[in-house]
């Protein structure tokens, strides 16, 4: 995602930073007392959750996480969310009330490795923990040991949806 950037310094902005894309320019607004250096990492922040946004916007996970739960015969979730919150793991779910959430980070991997991370969390709606009972309903998924190796490879699967 490729588009122009306009830094705004504001006098009257004390400690917020904001962003926002207009006739294809993002434009972040940022206290005019801050350095340089904080300009750019502000800039590269901003326009890091922007792409981010991009990316979620294009997969509809409700319609993902319904497809696979019909195809591996587990529970479709009260909803499923993408979170951009969630820095310590790839997926969470709340199986009282059936809502999933998927890390915002994940949008920009491969959609195999996407749908391990609904799968283990739509095995979550049957079982809380890790037990036996519940890696039976995830390897129903073909791609499960190749997704936690591309996973472990990237380093990720340590903080992802294996920390319980």
């Not at 502000?42 to 991009?54: H, N, P, Q, S």
């Not at 996480?65 to 195809?71: D, I, P, T």
């Not at 009260?78 to 919150?85: H, K, L, P, Q, T």
């Not at 472990?152 to 699967?157: E, S, V």
Request: with cysteine; aromatic share 8%; charged share 30%.
């Amino acid at each position: 995602m490729a588009m122009d950037i306009e830094v705004i310094r504001s006098p009257r902005r004390r400690k917020t930073v904001s962003a926002r894309v207009s006739d294809g320019v993002l434009r972040v607004s940022i206290p005019a007392w801050m350095s340089r250096t904080e300009e750019t990492y502000w800039v590269d922040e901003m326009y890091r959750r922007f792409e981010r946004k991009a990316r979620t916007k294009q997969i509809d996970l409700s319609t993902r996480a319904k497809a696979l739960a019909r195809k591996y015969e587990l529970r479709e979730p009260v909803s499923i969310r993408w979170a951009d919150n969630q820095d310590d793991r790839w997926g969470s779910c709340t199986p009282a009330d059936g809502t999933i959430r998927i890390s915002s980070k994940l949008a920009k991997e491969p959609l195999w490795v996407l749908d391990y991370v609904i799968i283990h969390e739509l095995s979550h709606l049957h079982v809380a923990s890790h037990n036996a009972r519940f890696w039976s309903l995830v390897n129903r998924y073909p791609k499960t040991e190749r997704a936690r190796g591309f996973l472990m490879a990237r380093d990720l699967i340590t903080t992802s949806v294996d920390d319980d």
